[in-house]
């Protein structure tokens, strides 16, 4: 399986960021997806997860009503629509199978700041 992030950058509190996910090794459709992020200094953590039907899980209170999950799974890609951006946003975001059970991708580097 190889997980590709991208979408990652440098934003101002308040702006906003699409991550994606390209997945290819597996059967896309078949699995629950989730986005993880791993702050400085810190453990990763799992911030969201789309099942395989297509509904969503937000795991972390401090993004809920900003950031969104999707899925196209014709592009066996996964999405994260991270809208009103915090410092505390900031972050390397990775996505994996639900329970992060595949190898890392490289992750996409989320920086908020003025």
């Known amino acids: 399986v190889q997980l590709v992030e991208s979408g990652g950058g440098l934003v101002q509190p308040g702006g906003s960021l699409r991550l994606s996910c390209v997945v290819s090794?597996?059967?896309?459709?078949?699995?629950?997806m989730s986005w993880f992020r791993q702050a400085p200094g810190k453990e990763r953590e799992p911030v969201a997860c789309?099942?395989?039907?297509?509904?969503?899980?937000v795991f972390q209170d401090s993004v809920k009503g900003r950031f969104t999950i999707s899925r196209g799974n014709a592009q066996n890609t996964v999405y994260l629509q991270m809208n009103r951006l915090k410092p505390e946003d900031t972050a390397v975001y990775y996505c994996?199978?639900?329970?992060?059970?595949?190898?890392w991708g490289q992750g996409t580097q989320v920086t908020v700041s003025s």
């Open positions: 994996n199978a639900r329970f992060g059970f595949w190898p």
């Open positions: 789309v099942t395989k039907g297509g509904g969503s899980i």
């Open positions: 090794g597996v059967t896309f459709s078949k699995f629950d």
